[in-house]
Antibody, heavy 118, light 107 residues
Framework: EVQLVESGGGVVQPGGSVRLSCAAS????????MHWVRQSPGKGLEWIAL????????FYADSVKGRFTISRDNSQNTLFLRLTRVNSEDTAVYYC???????????WGQGTLVTVSS | EIVLTQSPVTLSVSPGERATLSCRAS??????LAWFQQKPGQAPRLLIY???TRATGIPARFTGTGSGTEFTLTISSLQSDDFAVYYC??????????FGQGTKVEI
């Protein structure tokens, strides 16, 4: 059974940093491109970053480019998202998402909530 | 960037009735379109990929149609479990991934 379990969320001060993790199991993690998608309270889904299977390709939404960094450790089956210089608009549930070989998303984690507040 | 526009924003339907949700793309995405269902407090769940293919375990009452710029998700006979928010997403152009703003299906 595929499982994606995010952690690391919590309250972060404006301008601060936090690192989110996603522990993957039930599939060969190193074979698949992975994504982060976020959802602000009461709002829709926003794709924010992807990383290729080998970690060599990373892409970001304009809203987070230069502030967030996606990475992975294939030896530990873990995906990461480093958030820096956060602001109130970064308050959201952050989902870890698996992509299939045909580019669509098939599995989502349960999400971890990041709240930017002083 | 490819923009997806969903309509209506909210759809009020009675159980047993048909629901028709629309997703329009600002440029052609062939059939690289997926639909997701999200219930309150839960992660989205894949319903349809490739515009028309139901994901594993998705009931036959969910049907996806369309290609290019116009797509439709039809729920043939709404069950109580189907009241949720539905999102379309395109995955046509690497690395672009965009979602529509969602349609809430309510009783």
């Amino acid at each position: 059974e595929v499982q994606l379990v995010e952690s690391g969320g919590g309250v972060v001060q404006p301008g601060g940093s936090v690192r989110l993790s996603c522990a993957a199991s039930g599939f060969k993690f190193a074979d698949f491109t992975m994504h982060w998608v976020r959802q602000s309270p009461g709002k829709g889904l926003e794709w924010i970053a992807l990383i290729t299977w080998d970690g060599k390709g990373t892409f970001y939404a304009d809203s987070v480019k230069g502030r967030f960094t996606i990475s992975r450790d294939n030896s530990q089956n873990t995906l990461f998202l480093r958030l820096t210089r956060v602001n109130s608009e970064d308050t959201a549930v952050y989902y870890c998402v698996k992509e299939t070989t045909y580019w669509f998303f098939d599995y989502w984690g349960q999400g971890t909530l990041v709240t930017v507040s002083s | 960037e490819i923009v997806l526009t969903q309509s209506p924003v909210t759809l009020s339907v009675s159980p047993g009735e048909r629901a028709t949700l629309s997703c329009r793309a600002s440029q052609g995405v062939d059939t690289s379109l997926a639909w997701f269902q999200q219930k309150p407090g839960q992660a989205p769940r894949l319903l349809i990929y490739g515009a028309t293919t139901r994901a594993t375990g998705i009931p036959a009452r969910f049907t996806g149609t369309g290609s290019g710029t116009e797509f439709t998700l039809t729920i043939s006979s709404l069950q109580s479990d189907d009241f949720a928010v539905y999102y379309c997403q395109q995955y046509s152009k690497w690395p672009s991934r965009t979602f529509g703003q969602g349609t809430k299906v309510e009783i």
